[in-house]
């Protein structure tokens, strides 16, 4: 972080928080203002967010689409502050993630926003069990691990459970399909009841039946457990299933009704 | 806790990079088998060195004397105080020593050393490496009749009467050999009969047996009595004679008389000796002084001095001081004055060996005296720093190979993390600090370094256990003797494993493992999730 970053975090927390634009009238888990981000291909900036405001209400499913190359994967990366945008501001309820410390953050991913990518990112060493205890694992040290490790595979096996792989706990990545990969790696999101649950294309790498199998369970627990869900898609099919829809354009996002995405496509 | 997990994994999945750590567990090795043999080489080296060798010794240069060492001793006593435990003199000289080998007369050169047999072996670790155990115990120069290390064959007194008794057989047979001579030669007709050859006489080994045969002749006096009673000179005890009296005793270096060689049919090392333990030798040697005249001494070898040095076994001879100062002439006849070569300085325990040196040079200082003032180090230093220099160079080059091994493990772990970006990415989507992902590269540095440097322990242990039976491995396998006892006089590769050296290694090997890991592993820690996470 450096001194610019942390003089204005001093000084401009408390009108932060006044201009905070959605503060009172909406209940949103994450917040966006007026985000930027470009990426440089040599020395020519390409501008791919320009100025993002989007709130994302609690417990609700929200739909990001666009054209591919629209920003939406980079978009989905500020959000889980994996990538710092350039400029603007993210906030997580009442408190600002984006220029937050690198350990704060690193604790946020951790504890409170689950991932979930197109190509499922597992860890192809581990078992299906050992996959979904890696974020307990990052969260505990060696002996708090140990301490706690038969609550956490409890844990575990309940979700795996939840997600239909009970009967492959013990299989490695490379045994497994593509949906069973991927709800593997939704069990590893879900492993530290997160409330937020961020989907970079679930279904983009599965057939309809698998695809299918993983949005009903993200809707279940959407319903079930209260997690908000951020789904980005170019799928239509999976897009409008969704609470509430936004499309990418132009690195801006424009709100559409579930029923305009035909016309507007 | 993933750290652990992963670098287990990775351990267990990647066998290319236990590849790489093999040349840590050989350089480990090696270490190990070089340190502990060239350790027990040292040690055995420093043992027999310095077994000859006082703590710090005066001597006055050259084949110079220092007169009246009783002065010297009393001023050294002053000098050294408390850390003084024992000194002696002696004399050295180069001196040659006559002998025959069946019949052929042979010399050869010596430095014969004159001791005292009382303090000298108090001050140098003189007695274990002589080779009759009643000599062991106390130091004398008189021949044993038993005691001698079994190697020696036939040896002191019962080799001694042999060897008088062969003598006097040959005598007798040359005796013979000319009367028949006498006989077969064409004689002058008249003188036959004029010549009676006399009859030989019967063979009387000793003045005793003599009495005993004429005691059967009745009223004869005893020759003994006779002897004593009616002859000028010595009495009949006094006449020497071999199977009952041995010159002055001397101590032979074992190598002077015996040659190493190895059996042509059975291929074992064997030893002949040319003079044993009981043998006559004659000594020349210089009288001291600035106008010398060669002595003539006869002795009789009473035992073998066998340090396993071999410069000192091949040239070392001992023999008593006052014998020795008599013979050199160092007594003044008028005052009784004595003058010795040397004289040796043991300490006590735990003197530092310089700081009595600088004290003495102190008291007498070189270029006043001449006298020539060294620890036994001094002495032997360019043998110690020579074997010194060795074994650092050598950790050196050992070094260098664990290290080359290091940038194996270097390059390799640099290949894993570049495989394993994607999942450097997972983790750090699934939250892991940087820091975190770096540990886990450093434990996989660390685990292989512990398992290569551990097997290397375990290999180079095992190497130094039976180092004598691999050496006699690979001269069957190659035909040629690795380690050949008749050169060396270990009878076999003497080896110490100092714990610390091992530790040593142990932390070094390791060390360079883990640093071998650190570039890899930081570069691991900095990349950029989302960059890591798009890789293919």
Known sequence: ?265 | MYKLLLSWRYLRTRFIALASVVSVTLGVATLIVVNSVMAGFITEMHARLHGILSDVEIAAPGLGVIYHPEYHIHEIKQVLGDDLEQLTAVVRVPALMHFEVNGFPMTQQILLIGIDDQSFGQVTDFHPFLMNTNHRKKLSFELQADGYDESLGVCGWEHRRMIAAWNEEANLQYERLVQMNRQSAPVPQDLTGVIELPKLPQVIKTIDEFDEINASTAGAPPMRDAFDRHLPGPTIDQIFDARRDQHTGIVLGIAISSRKYKDPETGENMESFMIRPGDDVYITLPTAGANPNAVRENCTVVDFYSSKMHEYDSTFAFMPLSKMQRLRGMIQPETGMTSVSAIQIKLKPGTKLDVARDKLQARFPPFETGYVIQTWQDTQRPLLSAVNLELTILNILLFLIIAVAGFGILATFYMIVVEKTKDIGILKSLGAPSGGVMSIFLTYGLSLGTVGTGVGIVLGLLFVLYINDIATLLGYLSGREIFDPTIYYFDSIPTIVNPWMVVGVAIGAMLIAVLASVLPALRAARMHPVKALRYE
Not at chain 1, 114 to 136: A, D, K
């Open chain 1, 1 to 265: 972080m450096n001194e610019a970053h942390v003089r204005i975090m001093n000084t401009s927390r408390e009108s932060d928080i006044r201009r905070h634009p959605l503060r009172v009238n909406h209940p949103s888990i994450l917040t966006t203002v007026d985000l930027h981000k470009s990426f440089y291909k040599g020395k020519i900036e390409i501008p791919v967010l320009r100025g993002v405001d989007l709130s994302l209400p609690e417990k609700k499913i929200i739909s990001i689409v666009g054209q591919s190359g629209s920003g939406k994967s980079t978009l989905l990366h500020l959000l889980g502050t994996l990538d710092e945008p350039d400029r603007g501001e993210i906030w997580f309820r009442d408190k600002r993630i984006d220029n937050a410390p690198r350990r704060e953050r690193d604790k946020l991913r951790n504890q409170k926003i689950g991932m979930i990518f197109q190509f499922y990112h597992l860890l192809p060493e581990l078992t299906t069990l050992e996959n979904v205890l890696v974020p307990r694992m990052i969260e505990q040290g060696v002996f708090g691990y140990f301490r706690k490790r038969s609550k956490f595979i409890a844990r575990a096996k309940e979700i795996l459970e939840l997600v239909g792989l009970s009967h492959r706990i013990q299989h490695r990545p490379n045994q497994l399909s593509g949906g069973e990969m991927q709800r593997t790696a939704i069990a590893r999101a879900l492993i530290s009841c997160p409330m937020l649950l961020l989907a970079d294309e679930p279904t983009g790498n599965l057939d309809r039946k698998n695809g299918d199998e993983v949005m009903k369970t993200l809707i279940r627990l959407n319903r079930e457990e209260g997690i908000t869900v951020v789904i980005v898609t170019h799928d239509e099919s999976v897009a409008c299933r969704a609470d509430r829809i936004v499309r990418l354009e132009e690195g801006k996002v424009v709100e559409i009704e579930p029923g305009e995405l035909a016309e507007t496509d």
